[in-house]
């Protein structure tokens, strides 16, 4: 089945210790996001890639990078993570950007110690 | 910036009756999307609108995407146990290019 897989589903870091997120998908999509999500609350845009055109939610810290190596995979870096970065990470897809529905994976849980 | 309403914030009901909930806005929208998150994982896609005035059902779901393309409304039918998460609606705004999120309806249903 064509899908959204992330990896790994818990992560426990600690503070100011790089860690690095991973999201691939098998739909073939063009344009991949990543978002986050605290406490059920809504999900929060953080940035999203259109092929390989990265675009930058202007409220995200530069704490968090994103890297896209190629269509199937892209990957959330957050630089020095503190406290207030726990949060469930979301990565979705969609087969163009704009209005399209966009299917999301599972979500990796992040816990800064 | 544009902004969604969902309502209501949480429903707490008996199993078998039926559920609705509804987001409003004051901007149009393109796109409707209902989606459901479980504890622990991602939101799942339920429905998704594309046509002011369309009403798309799945199973005991029934969606509708407001004709004025400012509002749309989920219905679910006789509820059971495993309806429990929170439903979030998102919009699809061509003047953004990003979906806007309603703030989730959680539900839980007594046995």
């Known amino acids: 089945d064509a899908m959204v897989i992330q990896n790994p589903r818990y992560q426990v870091t600690q503070f100011g210790k790089p860690v690095t997120l991973s999201c691939s998908q098998t739909l073939n999509h063009n344009v991949m996001y990543w978002y986050q999500q605290k406490s059920s609350q809504a999900p929060k845009l953080l940035f999203h890639?259109?092929?390989?055109?990265?675009?930058n939610e202007a409220d995200t810290p530069d704490n968090f990078q994103s890297r896209r190596p190629n269509t199937s995979f892209c990957f959330l870096d957050i630089r020095s993570p503190g406290l207030g970065d726990a949060a469930m990470y979301l990565c979705a897809t969609s087969r163009v950007g704009g209005t399209e529905t966009q299917y999301f994976g599972p979500g990796t849980r992040l816990l800064v110690l | 910036g544009q902004q969604l309403n969902q309502s209501p914030q949480s429903m707490f009901i008996q199993e078998g009756e039926d559920v609705s909930m509804n987001c409003t806005s004051s901007?149009?929208?393109?796109?409707w999307l209902w989606y459901k998150q479980e504890p622990g994982e991602g939101p799942v896609l339920l429905i998704a609108?594309?046509?002011?005035?369309e009403l798309t059902s799945n199973g005991r779901l029934t969606a509708q995407f407001g004709i004025t393309r400012k509002d749309s409304f989920l219905n679910i039918s006789a509820s059971i146990p495993s309806d429990v998460g929170i439903y979030f609606c998102?919009?699809?705004?061509?003047?953004?290019?990003?979906?806007?999120f309603g703030q989730g309806t959680t539900l839980q249903v007594k046995p």
């Open positions: 609108l594309y046509k002011a005035g």
């Open positions: 890639y259109y092929d390989k055109d990265f675009n």
């Open positions: 901007s149009i929208f393109n796109t």
């Open positions: 998102a919009g699809g705004s061509s003047n953004t290019g990003k979906l806007i």
